[in-house]
Structure formats: C-alpha cells, structure tokens
C-alpha cells in the first residue's frame, strides 16, 4: 500500500511545490490525468486559504497525506497548525448572478467541494484536517459528484 | 503561465498558455492593468493553450471585467475547453461574458 | 530568521521536487545562483545515495532542513531513517587515472564534498544527519573551499 | 533534459540541453544504445545548452566512452563551461575526454 506525505513551508511559493510533489504521486499510483486536475484545483483552493487565513501569513507549515482505500478511492488529507475553521460550514456562493451583481472571491471552497467525491473536516489536536476522498474509477467518480453538486 | 497581448483594429487579443493559478494571477493583473492605462476598452482572453485556471484567475478576469464595464468597455472569451471550461462552468463565470468558439469569431463579433 | 523544512517519500520520482523546493527557498534568501547550483548538485548526490543505499529502496522519507547562521552561513541538513553511514569516512577517489584505468562509480561523495564549505556527519536517534554549510559572501567561500578541496 | 542528435559526415553530435541528473542519466544511456546499435562511433557530446550535470551523468557519458574504445571509437566533448565545465574539472574527467571549445572544433579534428 503506497503512502505519501509531503510537509513544507505555509508559503505561496511552494504551491508550485507542493502540487508537483503531490501530483507526481498520484500519477505513478495510476490516477487518470483529468482526475489529476481536479486535486489540484481543490488542492491549491485548500491550501491558498490555508496560507492566507489560517496563518494569516506567520510562518507555518502544511503537510499533505496520500493514501489509497478501498483499492479504488484516493484518500488526500491538508493539515495545518493555524487557526481552527472548518471549511465545509460555508454557505453557498452566488454563483448566477451577472457582472454588476458579481462580489469578487468566494469561489474556492465552492470548487473544492466541487471537484472531489467527498469533503470532511476535523480539528486533530491543534491541527485542522481537511479530506479529500476521490474514486479513482470513473463511475463511482460522476455519480458520487452529481450527488456533491447537488447538496453544495 | 506565459501571456501573448496582441493588439487587432476591434480589440487587444491576450492569449493565455500554461496554468493561470494563484502564483500567476498577478501577473495577469499587471498586464491587464497596463492595457487599461494604455486606453484599451475592448480585451479578448484567448484560452486556447491554457490548461489550468483556479478561483484565483477567476477572480484577476472578473475584476478586469468589472473595471471595463464602468468604462464602457467589455471582456469577451473564446477557445474555452476542458476543465477550464468546466470551472468557467461550474462557477457561473459562462453566464458572465460573451464566450466564442475561436478568437476569430470573437473579432469579427466587434 | 527563516527556517526551511521539506519532508518527502524517499524515491527518484521526488528528486526533482526536493531540489526544487530547496532551491525556491535558498533563492528566496538570497543565495547567489551559481551558489544554488552548488548545492543542488551536493544534496542530489546526498539524496540519490540515501535512496539506492540507505534505503535499498525501501520505502522511506528524507527530510531536508535549512536555515542561516552567523547572517552568512547556510546550513542545509539532511536526514534519513536508513542504515547507518558515516559519509564522511570514505577515502578519496581517483579522480586523475585515463579511461581505460577509471572506475564507474564513487565520484558522488567526492562532488558533495567540493561543492560545500563544511561537511559533517552525526547519527541522532535512528536518523542519519549530513550537515552541509555554504557561506553566501564569496570571500568566505572561495578561501574555505580551497581548504575542503586540499583536505578532501 | 533535450537530447538533440544531428547525423553528421564524420561524427554524430549529442546535443544535451537543461539539467542531467539521476534521472536525466538513463535517458542519455537508451539514446547512447540507439546510436552504437545503428553503428555509429564518433559521438560529439555538445554541451552548449546543459547548465547541469552530477555524477549520474558523468558515469553514463564514461559508459559510453568505455565501450566506445572497445571498438576503436572515442567520446568527443565540446562547448564545457560554467558548472557543468566545473564539475569536469574537478572530477578529473576534463583529463579523460578531449574537448574543444566549439562543437564545429570538434567536428574538424576529425
Ligand atoms: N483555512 C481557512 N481558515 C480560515 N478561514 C477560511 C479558511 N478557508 C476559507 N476561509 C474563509 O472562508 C471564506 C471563503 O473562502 P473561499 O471560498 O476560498 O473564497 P475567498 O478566499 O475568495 O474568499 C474566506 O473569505 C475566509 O473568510
Ligand atoms: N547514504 C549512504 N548509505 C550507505 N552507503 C552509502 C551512502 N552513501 C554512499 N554510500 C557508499 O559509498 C559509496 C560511494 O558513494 P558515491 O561517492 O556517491 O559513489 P557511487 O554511489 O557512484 O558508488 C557507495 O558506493 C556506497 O557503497
């Protein structure tokens, strides 16, 4: 069973880093190319957040697992020491209105939620811990998603 | 991400190429910014060769858009495809502007 | 004072993504270029020996540290989990026999060891530690290295 | 890493570009393979374009000069400078190999 774990500095120069180290992982476990894209727009979502609220830019680090269940599901956890917040309590954004009506951000945790099968967050001692599950056969992947879609 | 700025009679054409995510969002804003102060009013974002976007680009595009809309301007998409297509989508941001299938067709729109 | 910490699983795949974090990092703190590429040629051939030898290819992780001391000296650590190896007790290669006489083999140890100021070995725990140290100033440098040379 | 190969009249020229490191080397040594199956045995290795090499890639381009000279071929380098230069010299294969300065150099020594 293959584990991953990358851990580096909560710096937006290593996004760059930690998506390549992250993705190089999930492509030698055989995850399809498009699937790849989609962890790391929730990814960078995720972590973006993470350096800009949760250290509010104070030194800090974030480590990121890989693991695989169930022979089929990519587990992918983001653990930071910053301020607890759980993510998966936001509302939904207004994502109907036009130009003039549009409010600049809020999108992120909207795309996370929407590009993996399943999104849970806890607090583990003083860490946030957000997972990220994604099927890695098709599938469940479309099916699981509507259902994500739907209740976003 | 790598930015191509073209300037046509109609428009200024911007080609996007590569992955336009938090670390290249700001790089985008300074071309955009430059092409404002130069009087540019009419901007095409040419997707063809772009192959990642996260809410960070989103946002660099809406906030151009909104800049050109006071100013009587406008923002006009082409070549969408792909999963940028699908954030375009999933975000409501294909609801926001013109999107044509080729960049041509978005000048000869003008 | 800037600390830099990278942990990641022990495998080839992740050479590039080692060298890439570290190096975003030494630049970030200003590290001259030609000096980085010294230290991305010393820590790969840190990295590729704990890979093929400490670990056998094992499954593993490496860590890399750094930080500056002194404003002027770069300290770059390595650790690994594997077995227990005393870099710095290997005997000086031939580097001066044609090519008919020269071996394949044995010049990493030897580039590490030309590439930095300082080079130190420890065992801590059950981790093997390789400290390398790279002054920034190039006055420093040149004349320490001139001594590593002469002594390696 | 690029590996270009140009088929000339008295040589084949290797033209390396970017980094070799470890896991650069195995693709220098399956090119390597390709070009003394076809036959070849002069091979200008041109470093005009490498801005880095370790001692993985300093092993294959020794390989490769090993089992030239079993059969009366040779390893020629050109265009060594900076780190890469560097790392030659102080490995001491500066003193194996013969180099000249540019690739054309080398072409007509030959
Ligand atoms: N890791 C986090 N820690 C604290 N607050 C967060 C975190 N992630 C998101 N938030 C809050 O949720 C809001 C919505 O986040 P997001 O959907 O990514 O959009 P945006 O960052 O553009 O506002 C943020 O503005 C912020 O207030
Ligand atoms: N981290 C390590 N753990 C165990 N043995 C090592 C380690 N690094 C180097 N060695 C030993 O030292 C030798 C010389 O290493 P090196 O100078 O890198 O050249 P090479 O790897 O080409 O033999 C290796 O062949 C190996 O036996």
């Known amino acids: 069973m293959s584990f991953f774990r990358v851990i580096m500095p909560a710096t937006i120069d290593h996004l760059g880093d930690f998506i390549a180290s992250l993705s190089r992982w999930l492509q030698q476990q055989g995850l399809a190319a498009e699937k790849i894209g989609r962890v790391q727009l929730a990814v960078e979502e995720a972590l973006v957040n993470i350096f800009r609220y949760a250290y509010r830019g104070k030194p800090g680090e974030v480590e990121i697992r890989g693991g695989i269940v169930e022979d089929n599901r990519f587990v992918i956890e983001i653990l930071d020491s910053g301020a607890p917040f759980n993510v998966c309590s936001l509302p939904q954004p207004d994502v109907k209105s036009g130009l ?6 809020g999108l992120g945790v909207f795309l996370i939620r929407n590009m993996v099968d399943e999104l849970v967050y806890r607090r583990e001692g003083d860490r946030n811990v957000l997972t990220m599950i994604v099927a890695k056969s098709n599938g469940r992947f479309s099916s699981s998603r509507q259902k994500v879609r739907a209740g976003a | 991400m790598e930015i191509d700025v073209r300037k046509e009679a109609q428009a200024v054409v911007m080609s996007l190429t590569g992955r336009m995510d938090a670390v290249a969002a700001p790089q985008f804003d300074r071309t ?12 095409i974002i040419d997707f063809a060769s772009l ?24 923002v006009i998409l082409s070549n969408l495809a792909g999963p940028v297509r699908e954030v375009f989508d999933i975000s409501g941001f294909s609801l926001i502007f013109p999107i044509y299938d080729r960049c041509e067709d978005a000048l000869a729109s003008l």
Do not use: F, P, T, V
């Not at chain 2, 955009?32 to 901007?43: N, S």
């Not at chain 2, 192959?51 to 406008?74: F, N, P, T, V």
């Open chain 1, 100 to 105: 003039r009506e549009r409010k600049l951000g």
């Open chain 2, 32 to 43: 955009a910014a430059d092409l404002l102060a130069q009087g540019d009013r009419r901007i």
């Open chain 2, 51 to 74: 192959e990642y976007i996260s809410s960070a680009g989103l946002q660099s595009i809406l906030a151009l858009a909104k800049q050109l809309e006071d100013s009587q301007g406008s």
